[in-house]
């Protein structure tokens, strides 16, 4: 089990950026992907975005590819989702998964399936 917790959320602007911070703890993180996810109550989680954490290999989900990017700090154990040109439709709640990183999976698309630890969330709102 990884312990992951969220931080940076908050409120923007229509077209404007914000950058989430995720911190893992775990006595490794060598077998690990580290993922974000958004999820409220009226539409089902939904992968953003993933990344391997030995390998740095990033996956992006369809519907915020070429906005939303992923980062991770192996020095500070950090997993970053950079949100950019966010939309109203942006706004969730975003939490960070973690789980053993499987590219041959991947290759069938994310979903939170192939996450076990995760973290409480961090709130997004974006105003018009």
């Known amino acids: 089990q990884v312990h992951l917790v969220e931080s940076g959320g908050g409120l923007v602007q229509t077209g404007g950026s914000l950058t989430l911070s995720c911190k893992a703890s775990?006595?490794?993180?060598?077998?690990?992907?580290l993922a974000w996810f958004r999820q409220d109550e009226n539409r089902e989680r939904e992968f953003m975005a993933a990344?391997?954490?030995?390998?740095?290999?990033?996956y992006v989900g369809d519907s915020v590819k070429g906005r939303f990017t992923i980062s991770r700090d192996k020095t500070n154990h950090t997993v970053d989702l950079h949100l950019n040109r966010v939309k109203p439709e942006d706004t969730s709640t975003y939490v960070c998964?973690?789980?053993?990183?499987?590219?041959?999976?991947?290759?069938?698309?994310?979903?939170?399936?192939?996450?076990?630890?995760w973290g409480r969330g961090t709130q997004v709102t974006v105003s018009s």
């Open positions: 990344i391997s954490w030995v390998t740095g290999a990033v």
């Open positions: 775990a006595r490794s993180l060598d077998r690990d992907a």
């Open positions: 998964a973690a789980g053993i990183y499987n590219p041959v999976l991947y290759m069938k698309g994310l979903d939170a399936n192939f996450f076990d630890s």
